[in-house]
């Protein structure tokens, strides 16, 4: 891969963030996987999700994962993001819950608010 | 009363007041309701904001288009508006805004920036959000000792655990002269309790490839290692990818972003030993010796990893970094207390609701950490005391639990803030039990070089293991005391110089817990099974049968309206009866 110059990560930035918005997501889904989330269980959440995706033909949805989202106790965790509105945190998922989000939230476009924690984002500074 | 403040104005509030007004002439009510302009509400993301007296209804998002719907059904129907109630919270329907939780509500994030919003395996998301560009205004409009001074007038204090400022250590190794230096991350985390550098590393490897990049060219390093326990696979892995990455787009290795300035950096894999994550130590392993200590001077910034200048800073202190180049000293000490300046993460872990990692000014009061942050004790249990350090830190107890947690405050208390874990704990631990805990962890740890640490601690591990079993003696105390302040004050190396800080903080602030020990052979928690006579105190039972469900052998015999029983024939001594007993009616 070529080497970058400083105005190489200025455009990548920007191309990113371009990326994102005309990229035709409507949908970020997230899973956290840090190894608290891996050791509660993130593995199998993101193959629903993967399964989940699969059946239904969207073509709008990415799935992308990070590392620890800070609330340990309550992994697994996913949040789910969607153009134009606040991303909604839920928490300790199972493979059921999952479903039933991915189909409500996800495919519906309705939050789910019984498995969700927060919806926003945090302060950084 | 229609709110006024600037928030609402700019939402339109005053043109809500006169369609008010208007629609209140029109329907003859003028006369009946007042319009009252007020000040800020203080809920400026709702408005246009309007209170309705005397039944104190708060509508909010109120437009010009909405008030004759609304005067029709409030003022006319009596009947208020819901559509434009707000739900709190608590309402099943609405889920609750981030930055209104106390957990998150508190945290500031600045070395968990990227916290939950990168893919730590693709080095665009990183770039994407600023990542690198600090390197390179370092390495393009910054000279060696303009980003050294950056760094110390920032405040930036090690977040290891010592708190040495930062930009001073780098000071002294840019000073000293020499071809062949090397900048070194700690990534040995190995308090018991502490996992906020494994989430950096996990999460946000090139948060720290960064602050070692700038590191570098402050001292003018060209080769680095990272040292990461091998407890930490994934984070092994993924700051491996991040390196290669790196690597691979020139933003590491020869000639970086074509500035003409070269760091290499390694990852060198720990052993499983806690002593390794001692300076001297760490580079004594890195050369492929046993990971043992040795005495400063000469210190690392002189003579450190193979005789080489050198400086080792722990992970969170380089993931702090990359802000402060971009965003300036004064921009990281505008949080934070006098001495002790910026954020600190914390891994919050034991009787807690919330555990987890949480990232907060210094100065935070303990009090907002544990009761508001980490939602209070779990099954509504008392709070006793709180491990701050590790097994190099101590208790601190609920009567200083409003003290602020920065370097001074606590270290004032006796114990230490430490790297960040913070071990709580409620009315069922054993505080003599907790500190023989710790004994045996930095026992087992010791490298055995010095005296006082190798026998010292064994010493102090044999008279706790007394003392927990039942056979404490006359004059106990004042002997781990006394020999508590020996190994402190002779030994060699960070280890030895604080393993007996559990020991001494949770007799200064529990002696009666360990007098009951000795004296009583009796233990209050009742923790430690020896001392536990697993008999029912009929005065204090209250017949409510929780014990008798809790048993497993069938030793509890009870009947409804009746104080429990043991028999001691079938009793395992289990202690699930005492687990489930809410009113310590079991001795």
Known sequence: MAKLTIADLKKIKEDFHQGLREGGFRVKITVHMGTCGIAAGARPIMNVIMEELAKSNLKDVAITTSGCAGLCSQEPMATIETTGEAPVKYVSLTEDKMKKIFAEHVVGGKAVPEYALVVGHETTY | MICAGTGCVANGSLKVKDALETELIKRNLQNEVKIVLTGCNGFCAKGPVMVVYPEDIFYQLVRPEDVPFLVEEHFIKGRPVEKFLYTPPAAKNTIPVMNEIPFFKHQVLRALRNRSLID???????????????????????????????????????????????????????????????????????????????????????????????????????????YVRA??????????????????????????????????????????????????????????????????????????????????????????????????????????????????????????????????????????????????????????????????????????????????????????????????????????????????????????????????????????????????????????????????????????????????????????????????????????????KFVVDKDKCKKCGQCFKACPTGALVWEKGQVAYIDPEKCTKCKSCIKACRFWSID
């Open chain 2, 231 to 532: 407890e930490y696979p994934l984070a092994v892995h993924r700051l491996q990818l991040a390196i290669d990455q790196a690597m691979d787009r020139g933003l590491l290795g020869k000639d970086i972003l074509g500035t003409g300035f070269d760091l290499d950096i390694e990852i060198y894999q720990g052993a499983g030993a806690f002593v390794c994550g001692e300076e001297t130590a760490l580079m004594a392993s890195i050369e492929g010796k046993r990971g043992m200590p040795r005495a400063k001077p000469p210190f690392p910034a002189v003579k450190g990893l193979w005789m080489r200048p050198s400086v080792l800073n722990n992970v969170e202190t380089f993931a702090n970094v990359p802000p402060i180049i971009l965003n300036g000293a004064e921009w990281f000490s505008s949080l934070g207390t006098e001495k002790s300046k910026g954020t600190k993460v914390f891994a919050l872990s034991g009787a807690l609701n919330n555990i987890g990692l949480v990232e907060v000014p210094m100065g935070t009061p303990l009090k907002t950490i544990i009761f508001e942050i980490g939602g209070g004790i779990k099954n509504n249990r008392k709070f006793k005391a709180v491990q701050m350090g590790g097994p190099s830190g101590g208790c601190i107890p609920h009567t200083l639990i409003d003290t602020p947690v920065d370097f001074e405050n606590i270290n004032k208390t006796g114990a230490i803030m430490g790297s960040g874990g913070m071990v709580v704990m409620d009315e069922t631990t054993c505080m003599p039990a907790m500190a023989k805990f710790f004994l045996e962890f930095t026992e087992d740890e010791s490298c055995g070089k010095c005296i006082p640490c190798r026998i010292g601690n064994k010493t102090l591990l044999t008279i706790l293991q007394r003392i927990t079993n039942g056979e404490g003696r006359e004059g106990d105390i004042e002997l781990l005391l006394e020999l508590s302040q020996q190994i402190k004050d002779t030994s060699l190396c960070g280890l030895g110089q604080t393993s007996p800080n559990p020991v001494l903080t949770t007799i200064k602030y529990f002696r009666d817990e360990y007098e009951a020990h000795i004296k009583e052979r009796r233990c209050p928690a009742r923790v430690c099974t020896p001392l536990v």
């Open chain 2, 120 to 226: 730590a395996e693709k080095i665009e998301e990183y770039i994407a959000r600023d990542g690198y560009l600090a390197a390179a205004k370092a390495l393009t409009e910054m000279t060696p000792e303009q980003i050294v001074s950056t760094v110390k007038s920032s405040g930036l204090r090690g977040r290891g655990g010592a708190g040495f400022l930062t930009g001073l250590k780098w000071e002294l190794c840019a000073r000293v002269t020499g071809d062949i230096k090397y900048i070194l991350c700690n990534g040995d985390e190995g308090d018991p309790g502490a996992f906020m550098d494994r989430s950096v590393m996990e999460a946000d490897p090139h948060s720290v490839l960064e602050g070692m990049i700038i590191a570098a060219k402050g001292i003018n390093a060209h080769y680095g290692y990272i």
